[in-house]
């Protein structure tokens, strides 16, 4: 008889990619590899992922992490979708395929759109253009925080970024800010997200980000994995900025994280609950913080970090549970630029129903992580519109 399972755990390490898919080059992003860039830079002690299968996923790192034997399951997974950002990856491995991707604007947004946002908030703008977060505070913050103009930037990824100190724009008044633009992004000037990014200036004079970030997406264009398991009455928990990726839909529970360690210890909270359906977490520190700022050392200690509460991870299941440790995009932290690289992402599965030792290989699509989540959850009864189920592979 299979084991059953009532529960499964999604955690997106989010950015971390291993390697670069076939059609990387199509993205500027031939050579990329995340994963492997950082063991060139750093070797990594991790050995609860080690032990999981990490090490394992086929071509990642060059083998350099492999095990002999592991205890959990391991594959690598091909983007089917086109793009490379956040939103696309979520929501394929929910079980979407983006055919075409978000519109991104590289030479910033238009006139006639900038003119008719700083109409609407009262105040005009700053930038336009596609930057870097962190250095873009300090190359316009001085302007900014002298005239009340709301600092306005992109990148490779469809987004339009307001970032404003909080002593200067309350949160609450930015966040508004932030519906104003995701209500005029509409139409020819379609857009992902718009992100909030508020910022301080600490005691040190130094202008910093803080962790109230809030994102404002698109609703997705046809039901996920998290709006079947909703509607058949199971729990869908999001922690971090997984309700803003999905814009709400499906989800019945949300908290706000801090940072990676308040997004572990929140899963944990969550973990030692008791319902059934999915958990769902992302860990954005290791794109935020390390990828995009082009830190592999930085990028390193963060999964030697995670790697630590592993254990308080696995402790805190049940026997009825899966564990889903995977990424969303890759971030190559020595990569030309500061943007997502298109990269293979890995999946590691841990469960006391998962056969051990599993290697899957290279799989199609992300989607074959929520087409087995939502195949487990539901005893077969409901399938995505793209994505395999693993279950057979996988469950004991």
């Not at 006139?111 to 300090?138: A, D, K, P, Q």
Request: net charge negative; glycine share 10%; hydrophobic share 35%.
């Amino acid at each position: 008889m299979k084991s059953e399972i009532r529960r499964v755990c999604i955690m997106v390490l989010d950015s971390l990619g291993v390697g670069a898919l076939p059609d990387a080059a199509d993205y500027g992003d031939a050579g990329a590899d995340t994963l492997g860039h950082i063991l060139d830079s750093r070797p990594l002690d991790i050995p609860n992922l080690r032990r999981l299968g990490f090490g394992n996923v086929e071509n990642a790192a060059g083998g350099r992490l492999a095990e002999d034997d592991f205890e959990g399951a391991c594959g690598r997974f091909m983007e089917l979708s086109a793009g490379k950002d956040t939103i696309t990856g979520h929501w394929e491995i929910a079980g979407i395929k983006t055919d075409i991707p978000f519109k991104t604007w590289p030479d910033g947004f238009p006139e006639e759109l900038m003119e008719e946002f700083s109409r609407r908030i009262g105040r005009g703008w700053l930038g336009n253009c596609t930057h870097s977060g962190t250095v873009i505070i300090e190359e316009l913050g001085p302007e900014h925080e002298a005239t009340g103009k709301v600092i306005v930037y992109t990148s490779a990824d469809s987004v339009f970024q307001v970032a404003a100190n909080t002593a200067v724009i309350p949160l609450e008044e930015l966040y508004r800010i932030c519906e104003t633009a995701r209500e005029l992004l509409q139409g020819e000037y379609a857009c992902g997200r718009v992100i909030a990014r508020p910022y301080i200036i600490d005691q040190d004079g130094k202008r910093v980000r803080t962790s109230d970030r809030k994102d404002f997406s698109v609703d997705p264009p046809e039901p996920t994995v998290l709006d079947i398991l909703k509607e058949d009455g199971q729990t869908v928990y999001a922690v971090g900025k997984i309700r803003d990726i999905f814009n709400g839909c499906g989800v019945t529970e949300a908290v706000h994280t801090e940072d990676n360690d308040d997004g572990i210890t929140k899963t944990i909270e969550a973990l030692r609950q008791d319902f059934r359906g999915l958990l769902f977490t992302n860990l954005v520190d290791f794109d935020s913080k390390y990828g995009h700022r082009r830190d592999p050392k930085g990028y390193g200690d963060a999964i030697e970090a995670f790697d630590r509460r592993l254990p308080e991870i696995l402790s805190a299941m049940k026997e009825d549970d899966l564990l889903v440790l995977c990424a969303d995009h890759g971030n190559d932290p020595i990569h030309s630029g500061f943007d997502h690289t298109r990269e293979y992402i890995f999946g590691v599965f841990s469960g006391a129903a998962v056969k051990p030792g599993v290697n899957l290989g290279t799989r199609g699509s992300f989607a074959d992580i929520g087409a087995t989540a939502l195949d487990l959850l539901t005893e077969g009864r409901f399938k995505t519109a793209v994505g395999e189920s693993m279950r057979k592979e996988l469950i004991r």
